[in-house]
């Protein structure tokens, strides 16, 4: 099973056990080995590391999501508690990481929190997505490539044995049972449904214009300061102005100036009734 899981060897497995038990960190034998009161001390810190290091990855720095974890795991067993903790107060004392993990505190606690996978409900279910695994990195890569977010709405527009429809700001995702299989989300009931068909920022045509409602909380860090310090926030006036001969990026018009944004960036701004001008 560590052989699996870890795509390794199985003498390798036996070598990475025989360690953990001279570390003192589990007790058993090769065929059933548990974490001791020691080991789980350990394996909290950890996982703290991992969380936090990822939390700051998101809203700290321009790294692309799907290299979270990979960076994450860089650092994990070479910092220090002390360090981490230092870490944790410099970004907020998050308790969750931005894939919606709870963060261990300090004193190895962990918040759990009520979740079910998104395979489990029904047609016509509305939900709102409070974790995307991300492991393996292929399935996780096909998730961030749909445009899913922590926070995001959306509705179960069919189930079938093959496939999986879902409505997600106004556009409908095909998702393989397996891959939806990493998405949790917790159920809204019918008077608390806001689900809306939202249009974007990158749907405006050179001379259109719109209001801005609202930036995706898929934009974080690096990039979600950009936009705030162009402008760009709920109630400012956005206009197309002009196309880029591969026709990305696009300049538009903000608060007087004409700004070149990338259509990866402006699919995440969304804006009120589109307008000519």
Known sequence: SLSGTLSITRDEAAKVIQHLISMGLVDGTMENIR?????????????????????????????????WHERAEDVEHSMSLSEANELAAQIGNPLVDPHGDPIPAADGSVREKKQ??????????????????DEPKTV??????????????LRINRVEPQRITIEANGELIILAPIVAANI????????KVILKASQKLSDLKVGQSGNVVAISKAIRGQQR?????LGIVPGTRIKAEIKS???????????????AI??????????DEIENE
């Open 35 to 67: 974490l001791n009161s020691e080991g789980r001390t350990y394996a909290l810190r950890v996982i703290r590391i991992h969380r936090l290091w990822e939390r700051y990855l998101a809203d700290e720095t321009s790294v692309e999501e799907v290299e």
């Open 116 to 133: 079910l996978p998104i395979t489990s409900l029904k047609e016509g279910d509305v939900a709102r997505i409070i974790h995307l695994e």
């Open 140 to 153: 996780y890569s096909q998730l961030v490539a749909e445009g899913l977010y922590l926070g995001q709405q």
């Open 184 to 191: 949790s989300v917790q159920k809204i009931e019918n008077d």
């Open 225 to 229: 300061r950009r936009l705030l310090d």
């Open 245 to 259: 001969l591969g026709d990305d990026p696009t300049g538009y018009r903000i608060k007087g100036a004409t700004i």
């Open 262 to 271: 990338r259509k990866i960036q402006a699919n995440h701004v969304f804006i």
